[in-house]
């Protein structure tokens, strides 16, 4: 599995057009995506102070069927492979959300349910 941490209007107009994109999609040519054990970093790197954000959990598996292609880049700031999404996701390809926010600390934590694997 695949996770991004969305804007909600990014996640809005994927329900009306059945396609999760992103600015980062049309900026850079693909979207940007975290592996599990990389989510919490790129939330408190990313989205401090963001309570309005929406975790999305996308199948890898789901991603190929619709020849969307995913591709693990280095990226050297962060010292690691990063997962980028070579286009627009289908719904379908989009098994899970969460709202996601910081506790009352100000740090993300995992949704009750998708834990530390």
């Not at 909600?8 to 994927?14: C, G, L, V």
């Not at 057009?17 to 975290?34: M, N, Q």
């Not at 070579?86 to 926010?101: D, K, S, Y």
């Amino acid at each position: 599995m695949l996770y991004r941490i969305a804007e909600p209007a990014d996640w809005q107009q994927a329900q009306q057009t059945g396609f999760f994109a992103s600015t980062d999609l049309a900026a850079e040519g693909f979207i940007h995506s975290s592996e599990h054990h990389q989510i919490l970093e790129t939330a408190g790197r990313y989205y401090a102070g963001r309570t309005d954000l929406v975790l999305l959990e996308w199948d890898e598996a789901a991603l190929a069927t619709a020849q969307v292609r995913v591709v693990r880049e280095w990226v050297a700031s962060r010292q690691q492979h990063f997962a980028h999404v070579f286009g627009p996701v289908p719904l379908a390809a989009v098994r899970r959300t969460w709202v996601f926010a910081p506790d009352a600390n100000g740090v993300f934590q995992l949704p009750p349910g998708l834990g530390e694997q």
